[in-house]
């Protein structure tokens, strides 16, 4: 390793050691906006954001995007008056749907168990790789893999089940590209232990398929909510000649890549970086489908996110649709009727761009577009916005569970039409 290095992964190293992050008294404010003036207001303050302006204050964690569509924003104690006073005075009102951010913090944080695995609680980043160790050892239908190392050299590491055979498309799952989107790689872990544990429906599924599982893509992030700041959301390479660290992996694809819905400044959520698959993290998962045959090969790819409680397909980059759109449409209208069976959780299907907001450099556009799988989504799960990225733990089996039930309805859907 060069001395370079070392001395980054040194200084990152004691960035963990440090006190971490704390949200005392935050507010996270919902605005639905009524006008295209006030997304206008909204997308202003996103651009004051990004200038460093408020250094910190604020955080938008629903983007401006369309009329009626709302946009929930992180604010400091310090900032919320000023900020509501701001938006009242140009007509547009607000709703307090968080009071204090680092209390659900510290609620969430009392039962975390960093040692010990658990389908139905939070699991750090080396729980979860020895999980996979584990389950690849006991069950005769899984094995252990890798799809490659984070900038710090973490471990991507993956499961894929499969009862063998040949002529069997792959469907290729994963979480955690959003660091602070704990209940995505939580839920991607309760699929894959139905997987593994058998029954009538996962033996049916694996005479169709075989499942790559990958619990956490976004590993260095991961890491770095539960040792320094959980809401932190992009990867943590360093960017040149900035003092802001990381990329958003989930806009660094090469579909669209740094257009709508990106942002040049590194210092942004919703930085696109340098150039696409800049990031080891999102260039491991490229060409790792690429390895499988890319639409060849894989049938269907889901990436779980949170929050929304959405089921989305591509385009986010543009506002054109694929050329299979109903297909994938009907697709994801029975994921989420088999979903909403189990706990009468409802979800909203459709196009990135309209159902949630314009995105460009996304994973689930670019495994359509560039690796010609036929079947691509980004489902965002629960809740819709009472907890927002901190759903408690309590959330995570009826997560697992319903999204069970859609994964095997969009399984023999795709079946039926590949």
């Not at 938006?87 to 749907?97: D, E, F, N, P, Q």
Request: aromatic fraction near 12%.
């Amino acid at each position: 390793m060069s001395t370079g290095r070392w001395l980054q992964l040194l200084f990152c190293a004691t960035l963990c050691l440090a006190e971490k992050v704390r949200y005392d008294g935050y507010h996270v404010l919902r605005v639905i906006p009524k006008t295209h003036h006030e997304i206008s207001i909204l997308g202003n303050l996103m651009s004051n954001l990004e200038s460093s302006k408020f250094d910190g204050q604020l955080s938008f964690w629903r983007e401006p995007s369309n009329v009626t569509k709302p946009v929930d924003i992180m604010i400091s104690p310090s900032y919320v008056k000023k900020i509501t006073t701001y938006l009242a005075h140009k007509g547009i009102h607000t709703k307090v749907m968080i009071k204090n951010v680092q209390e659900l913090i510290d609620e969430e944080q009392k039962g975390l168990n960093s040692s010990t695995f658990d389908y139905n609680a939070y699991n750090t980043y080396e729980t979860i790789q020895e999980w996979i160790t584990d389950t690849a050892e006991k069950y005769d239908t899984a094995t252990e893999g890798s799809i490659g190392t984070s900038y710090e050299e973490r471990n991507i590491g993956y499961i894929k089940i499969s009862t063998g055979g040949t002529n069997k498309k792959a469907v290729v799952i994963h979480g955690g590209i959003h660091a602070r989107e704990w209940i995505s790689p939580a839920t991607v872990l309760y699929l894959a232990k139905y997987l593994v544990e058998g029954g009538a429906e996962a033996t049916d599924l694996l005479k169709k398929f075989d499942f790559y599982v990958i619990p956490v893509l976004n590993v260095d992030g991961y890491a770095y909510t539960w040792t320094r700041n959980r809401l932190w959301r992009k990867t943590r390479k360093p960017n040149e000649g900035s003092p802001c660290m990381g990329t958003d992996p989930n806009r660094n694809f090469a579909t669209g890549w740094g257009g709508i819905g990106s942002s040049n400044e590194p210092c942004s959520d919703i930085y696109h970086g340098t150039k696409a698959f800049s990031e080891p993290e999102v260039a491991a998962i490229r060409d790792f489908v690429s390895s499988l045959g890319g639409g060849d090969g894989v049938a269907l790819y889901i990436d779980y996110h949170s929050y929304s409680q959405l089921w989305l397909m591509p385009y986010g980059y543009t506002d054109e649709k694929p050329a299979n759109y109903d297909t994938q449409l009907a697709g994801g209208k029975a994921a989420c009727d088999a979903l909403e069976k189990v706990h009468e959780t409802q979800y909203v299907y459709g196009n990135i761009y309209d159902t949630i907001y314009p995105a460009s450099g996304g994973s689930c556009d670019y495994m359509y577009a560039e690796q010609k799988v036929q079947f691509s989504y980004s489902p965002e799960g629960r809740d819709k916005g009472r907890y927002g990225f901190l759903l408690p733990a309590k959330y995570i089996q009826p997560s697992g569970e319903e999204n069970w039930a859609a994964l095997k309805a969009i399984c023999d859907f795709v079946d039926t039409n590949i």
